[in-house]
């Protein structure tokens, strides 16, 4: 009887180890999605919050002429320290997703850019 128990025991410290291990995963992916899935900070100043939102026209509007003046802008601010590198990427991915013709998707993006920026 001895040995059935400590066989139990043993089963029932690896699937501890297993749920436990099982679970920092889970964890460990949920944090690498979260982080992969924000968007970057802007952290932009009322000038290029202005740009910011002549993009978005631009953009909803199918403008290209508006969209190459605001980009002409951001990277202006870019240089300037007032938007950061990875903020600055995901503008030009707008940019790009409009360019390749999908004017609304670009909208959305920059939207949820915008729309998760901390307060």
């Known amino acids: 009887m001895a040995s059935n128990s400590s066989a139990n025991e043993n089963i029932s410290g690896r699937n501890y180890l297993w749920a436990l291990l099982l679970a920092v995963l889970l ?19 009322s ?32 240089a300037e320290g007032k938007l950061s590198e990875k903020a600055v990427n995901e503008l030009r991915n707008c940019s790009k997703m409009a360019k390749a013709d999908s004017w609304d998707k670009a909208a959305k993006r920059l939207y949820w850019i915008i729309f998760e920026q901390p307060q």
């Open 47 to 78: 000038e290029a919050k202005k740009t910011l939102d002549g993009l978005f026209t631009a953009l909803t509007a199918h403008d290209e002429a508006k969209l190459a003046t605001c980009m002409e802008r951001i990277e202006v601010h870019f």
């Open 27 to 45: 964890f460990s992916g949920y944090q690498t999605w979260r982080w992969y899935s924000t968007p970057p900070n802007l952290g932009a100043s």
